[in-house]
């Protein structure tokens, strides 16, 4: 596998997991009463994960200086 697979998998992993992550802001959001501590971890990890997004799609995607 090369290097650019494993990126690309990991890039696909990352995406879901921020998926995954947008259910649960919102499952915790709709609750009687919201666990706001639990609501700002979760908010916290799904920003890691779109950083961490980016920096795979900028590996993938190098700029190409013109």
């Known amino acids: 596998m090369s290097d650019q697979?494993?990126?690309r998998e990991r890039l696909a992993l990352l995406?879901?997991?921020h998926?995954?992550?947008d259910?649960?802001?919102l499952s915790?959001?709709?609750r009687a009463v919201p666990d706001m501590l639990q609501l700002a971890r979760v908010k916290k990890r799904k920003l890691q994960i779109r950083d961490e997004i980016s920096?795979?799609?900028n590996q993938l995607l190098p700029d190409i200086i013109a």
């Open 15 to 17: 995406k879901a997991e």
């Open 28 to 30: 915790l959001a709709q």
């Open 19 to 21: 998926r995954d992550l």
């Open 55 to 57: 920096r795979v799609e």
């Open 5 to 7: 697979d494993k990126l």
């Open 23 to 25: 259910d649960a802001i």
